[in-house]
């Protein structure tokens, strides 16, 4: 019974240091405050633009297969 009681005083004593407010509640003027935070947030977002040439891709030359421009290396029988 104590053992319960000092648990419960324990947790509930401990509410601005489980507090984190919503990021709707953050304002504007928070963000992006220095150029460092600018230049990491631009950084990250730009290496998501295009495939990358790493772990053997074809990286931006891969695009090219969902368009009309890739030419196979083998050509069609039905043409032949």
Do not use: R
Not at 4 to 27: D, F, Q, R, T, W
Not at 46 to 58: C, E, R, T
Request: hydrophobic share 40%; with cysteine.
């Amino acid at each position: 019974m104590q053992l319960g009681l000092v648990a419960l005083v324990g947790l509930a004593s401990c509410n601005k240091y489980l507090y984190i407010p919503p990021p709707s509640s953050i304002i504007p003027e928070a963000y992006l405050d220095e150029e460092s935070q600018l230049a990491a947030y631009t950084v990250n977002q730009y290496a998501g633009l295009f495939p990358s040439h790493g772990n053997w891709s074809f990286g931006t030359f891969g695009i090219a297969g969902n368009t009309d421009n890739m030419a196979t290396p083998t050509p069609a029988h039905k043409f032949i």
